[in-house]
């Protein structure tokens, strides 16, 4: 299994939204509703954001939210804010019991 | 609140079987909806799965790290440990345990330890 491919930036001025992207396979994103997304910030550990593709986590704000259209995901962060500066990771159940993460994308906020 | 922590070696030579442990506070390693993973990152890289493992012992593995790496729970201690055999300067990374919680009709990672840093150096 080879890891999901995202961008490694995006940037965004505050009040803007901008949208992450996290391209799998007919194997793992495209086959299961099991995406999830992280939030990590330097030297913290990741942060669950958003599960089962929609989802959020209770306490995170729903400026925050994700979508997935065939072996795609994406996550879209409105609104922006400095304190969403940080890295945000997808993952992906693969079958068979393994799961697979993204390359990471580092988010700045101008 | 749940709250995991790994203990690690730090420092450790290449050719060698360093063994990481992740305790687990604040709720019971044996919950049958639960599983138990480590992720690692390498410095500036992205997450990479290592593997699961259930309170039972059953183990799920990363193809590619499968020839190296074994996975075992203590559930009297409320911890699980990796072993990873064999390191070279690529297994150096940040190594995270987290829960992966199936408690619904989804899995997730829903709650990781903070990570620690293990460096692979002669």
């Known amino acids: 299994q080879s890891a999901l491919t995202q961008p490694p930036s995006a940037s965004g001025s505050p009040g803007q939204s901008v949208t992450i992207s996290c391209t799998g396979t007919s194997s793992d994103v495209g086959a299961y509703d099991y995406v999830s997304w992280f939030q990590q910030h330097p030297g913290k550990a990741p942060k669950l954001i958003i599960y089962?593709?929609?989802k959020r986590p209770s306490g995170v704000p729903d400026r925050f939210s994700g979508s997935k259209s065939g072996n795609t995901a994406s996550l879209t962060v409105s609104g922006l804010q400095a304190g969403d500066e940080a890295d945000y990771s997808c993952s992906s159940y693969a079958g068979s019991n393994n799961w697979v993460f993204g390359g990471g994308t580092k988010l700045t906020v101008l | 609140q749940l709250q995991l922590q790994e203990s690690g070696p730090g420092l450790v030579k290449p050719s060698e079987t360093p063994s990481l442990t992740c305790t687990v506070s604040?709720?019971?390693?044996?919950?049958?909806?639960?599983?138990w993973g480590w992720i690692r990152q390498p410095p500036g890289k992205g997450l990479e799965w290592i593997g699961n493992?259930?309170?039972?012992?059953?183990?799920y593995y990363s193809p590619s790290l499968k020839s190296r790496v074994a996975m075992s729970v203590d559930t009297s201690k409320n911890q699980f440990s990796l072993r990873l055999s064999s390191v070279t300067a690529a297994d150096t990374a940040v190594y995270y345990c987290?829960?992966?919680?199936?408690?619904?009709?989804?899995?997730?990672?829903?709650?990781w330890g903070q990570g620690t840093l293990v460096t692979v150096s002669s």
């Open positions: 604040g709720g019971s390693i044996s919950d049958s909806s639960l599983y």
């Open positions: 089962e593709v929609t």
């Open positions: 493992i259930y309170y039972t012992g059953s183990t």
């Open positions: 987290a829960r992966l919680d199936c408690s619904s009709v989804t899995c997730r990672f829903d709650c």
